[in-house]
């Protein structure tokens, strides 16, 4: 018994503790990210907070269908069920990304 921290089982494989989806999620908050929902639709803005069952607030967001904008949204909230997928965006919303 070694505590559990050990090599196998741990998902991931990547360089050490860091790579937790919770510390991930931790370190977004904050930060521009794109959320990608069930049904294909893109929201992008700054990550404000997120819960246990990944529902999400956002700021400055806008809402992207097939790649093209179609609404800005000053706060949005997202209920975690339509959830796909978090990503941290690659450029600022400044940059217009």
Known sequence: MNGG???????????GAGKMPTNFLKSIRGRPVVVKL????DYRGILACLDPYMN???EQT???VNGQLKN??????????????????????????
């Open 38 to 41: 069930n049904s294909g639709v």
């Open 5 to 15: 921290s050990g090599g196998s089982g741990s998902g991931g494989g990547g360089s």
């Open 62 to 64: 806008e809402e992207y």
């Open 72 to 97: 800005k949204y000053g706060d949005a909230f997202i209920r975690g069920n339509n959830v796909l997928y978090i990503s941290t965006s690659k450029r600022t919303l400044a940059d217009g990304a």
């Open 56 to 58: 999400i607030a956002m």
